[in-house]
């Protein structure tokens, strides 16, 4: 069997044992097997993850990520390679990531590569902090010139490329806000500080937080994930608790959001009488990519692939800190699926089969012109960094 058929064997083997961040064992276990048949050593990184290389001739050496976990979800997709660990499933594609990098893997040790390619195998992308940062500091960058990434899209077309310059991905932070007001029975509520109102006041309010204070040409989101409050029907609560997401792209832009919710928060609470504590957490930075990468990996897929400038997503990814660290670029790889395709983190997640090999001819070109590029080309991109 050739890697055009691994790759499909691969996935479907490890779509099969989802599991969480930093929980990975046993897909840690099954990618020691295959690329021990390959002949390839691996190292242990950040508990659960991997760490390989292979060497070909050549100065530059280029590093791949694929990301390991799933998500606590039960599978509803029907596939007959179903997750065999209830409420844990694959539902964002990362299970193709590893069959690629594997498959990617056995391509260049039949066709070695004119440099070192790194393979990182690395835990917990959906479990902020993330794996990322540990395998950087556990040395997982040294010596690398650049580091590439690719997500499937499971709503994109098939085997559309989609890269841009500049932020691909964005800033993901969480906030949390407890309104303490003061509770009495349901029948005096002007002997109270109600916090159901002043928690729902402080909700729509928040809408106004992008459409009023933020340039209309920035893109951001502010959404609110849970409201919290009151225990009976007839009391007024003393207290609630709210928690949500800012999404921008810009560090400025993320300042001044995380300015106005504070100040959201705390404004309309004070209106009422009551007080409010808030609790601001950065989440993933924004996944900012390289322009000269960029350009050059555009230009190594233009013959093969469409190639479309990417719409920036809001959505985050510890990828960001490899970009960081040394000059890089991420894409997008479209594998919608026949039939009907559903959103990434749906129970119901399918992505289309035929685009795995297409994600490792994308990379596999990605990592020869990276490879091919000049010494001063790399060390001036470097320098870029500081």
Known sequence: MGWETEVVRHRRALHEIPELGFEEHETQAYLETALS??????????????????????RRAVAVRADMDGLPLDEESGEPFSSRHPGRMHACGHDGHMAILLALAERLCAEPPPGRVRLLFQPAEER???????????????????????????????????????????NADQFFARIEGQGGHGSAPHETQDAVVIAAE?????????????????????????????????????????????????????????????????????????????????GYPAVVNHQAVVDRWQRALGDRFQVVAAEPKLTGEDFAYYLRVRPGAYCFLGARPEGQAHPHHSARFRL???????????????????????????????????
């Open 202 to 282: 402080t909700v729509l309010h928040l809408q106004t937080v992008v459409s009023r204070r933020v340039p209309p040409l920035e893109p951001a989101v502010v959404s609110v994930g849970t409201l919290h409050a009151g225990r009976v029907f007839n009391a007024i609560a003393d207290h609630a608790e709210i928690s949500g997401t800012v999404r921008t792209l810009s560090d400025a832009v993320q300042a001044l959001v995380e300015t106005e919710v504070r100040r959201a928060v705390e404004g309309v609470a004070a209106l009422y009488g009551a007080r409010a504590t808030f609790r601001y957490e950065r």
């Open 128 to 170: 902020p902090p993330g794996g990322a940062l540990r395998l950087i500091a556990e040395g997982a960058l040294e010596g690398v010139d650049e580091v590439l990434g690719l997500h499937l899209w499971a709503t994109d077309p098939l085997g559309v490329v989609a890269m841009r310059a500049g932020p691909i991905m964005a």
């Open 37 to 58: 048949k390959l002949g390839i050593e691996w190292k242990p990184v950040a508990g659960t993850g991997l760490v390989a290389e292979i060497a070909g001739q050549g």
């Open 352 to 386: 289309h089969e035929a685009a795995l090999p297409m994600g490792v001819e994308v990379l596999y070109r990605g990592v020869l012109a990276a490879l091919a590029e000049g010494s001063g080309a790399g060390s001036g991109m470097r320098q870029g960094l500081a």
